[in-house]
């Protein structure tokens, strides 16, 4: 098994370290081109263009777009068809992360000046959002969800829920979530023709205020290029874990977690620091006995082999501080005496403290949302949530006498910009 290899000590860490660490999120011309093709089609011709894209690239003929409708129906018995276990898991992992989500929840507020003047905010639930979720070579009902669930908790009037489902297979998974997580409409289309059916509308696919979820380069792309119609979440990249370890977490425990972000995807990451050299090598040699029992052993061992790292530091304060310079996606803080080293942890999109907190734990029930900020953005950008799924207007109640007070100032302003309309709007309400 290959994998990167540092000492902080040795010359040129610096620079290879970042050079490793380094995600090229660049645009590839090719793709945008291809996306922009579709989208232009979606917005023009609407369901026929749907009708005609997911015949070429799912594979699935339908008569109309309505027969790609899943009907809430098919959902709620696609979730009494599942195994117990099953069943049993969505709903505790949906309570949990209603529960968690419900403590985000964002009230209005007002503060009335000396003079009478009111000011404050109005906070609003969007009145429609869509909800991407990959299909094909996976199933994921952990991201219907963590995206439906904070969308519901804030109160949004429609979710409209995409899938693909490519050859007609539809994951029953996948239904069961939706019907767990009050999804309104599921249409089984995917690619960046569902992002333009979402964000322009069809006259069978309502269009929608946001569009949240993860998918391929050519869904991120769509993403990207209709953000200004609609709002998004993020323009996410691969899966990161970056692991601080002191040496008194099981070996073969760190190995595994290493290992769970590295089958995601051939450009994830995985990265563990420590000062304690022979820990790194019970590490090491953990994860080649753990292996060769992975179904997905191809896809991690060339994550590892491209961009995993076994690093050791002079100490823990070094370990957080390059730690914060990463800013990853998960990062865990697998010490015996956490919290002190908590408080120095100031970029990571979700960080999982003490031994027993696996990250995978966060991907699926611990309560907290999945969808979390890669490639540095965890430096200015925050997980999904209840927030974004609302927004805030702000209320302007003046007195008479406040307009007294803020007439003048409004005006002096207003001559200094050179905008004389504003200055006397503003002086007009000023008692003479």
């Known amino acids: 098994m290959n994998i990167h290899r540092f000492d902080t000590r040795d010359a040129g860490f610096g620079d290879a370290f970042r050079a490793l660490t380094a995600f090229e999120n660049s645009i590839d011309a090719t793709v945008e081109a291809a996306v922009r093709t579709i989208l232009q089609e979606v917005r023009l011709r609407g369901d026929a263009a749907v009708l005609e894209l997911t015949a070429r690239f799912d594979r699935v003929h339908a008569a109309s777009v309505d027969a790609l409708r899943i009907a809430r129906a098919d959902c709620e018995a696609a979730f009494v068809a599942l195994p117990a276990a099953q069943r049993d898991a969505l709903e505790a992992a949906a309570a949990r992360i209603r529960a968690f989500h419900a403590r985000q929840v964002q009230s209005g507020w007002t503060f009335t000046e000396a003079d009478g003047t009111v000011l404050g905010q109005q906070v609003t639930p969007l009145d429609r959002v869509g909800i991407y979720v990959p299909g094909g070579k996976a199933a994921y009902p952990s991201t219907v969800l963590m995206n439906a669930i904070p969308a519901k908790v804030a109160g949004v009037g429609e979710i409209v829920m995409v899938v693909p489902a ?193 990250e995978a734990l966060g991907d699926y029930c611990a309560g907290p949302n999945h969808v979390l900020p890669t490639a540095r953005t965890a430096r200015f950008a925050s997980p999904l949530g209840v927030h974004d799924f609302q927004k805030r207007a702000s209320l302007i109640r003046v007195s008479s006498a406040g307009a007294a007070t803020l007439g003048p100032i409004a005006g002096a302003l207003a001559d200094g910009e050179g905008l004389p309309a504003h200055a006397a709007a503003a002086r007009m309400r000023v008692p003479a």
């Open 166 to 358: 490519p050859d007609g297979v539809r994951n029953a998974l996948v239904l069961a979530a939706a019907a767990v997580a009050g999804v309104d409409h599921v249409f089984a289309i995917g690619g960046a023709q569902a992002v333009g059916a979402l964000a322009y509308g069809t006259a069978t696919i309502p269009a929608v205020d946001k569009i949240t979820g993860p998918g391929n380069a050519y869904v991120a792309a769509a993403k990207r290029q209709v953000f200004g119609v609609v709002g998004i979440d993020m323009v996410a990249g691969p899966s990161e874990i970056l692991v601080i370890a002191d040496g008194s977490t099981p070996a073969d425990w760190i190995a595994m977690d290493l290992f769970s972000q590295a089958e995601h995807d051939e450009r994830a990451q995985s990265i563990l620091l420590c000062p304690d050299a022979a820990y790194l090598d019970a590490v090491a040699a953990a994860m080649a006995r753990l292996l060769p029992s992975m179904p997905r052993r191809a896809v991690i061992e060339r994550s590892l082999a491209d961009r995993g790292a076994l690093v050791r530091t002079r100490d823990l304060a070094e370990a957080c501080a390059l730690a914060n310079a990463v800013a990853p996606e998960h990062l865990e803080l697998s010490v015996a005496d956490p919290d002190p080293w908590l408080a120095k942890l100031r970029h990571a999109g979700a960080i999982f403290v003490g031994r027993w907190s696996s």
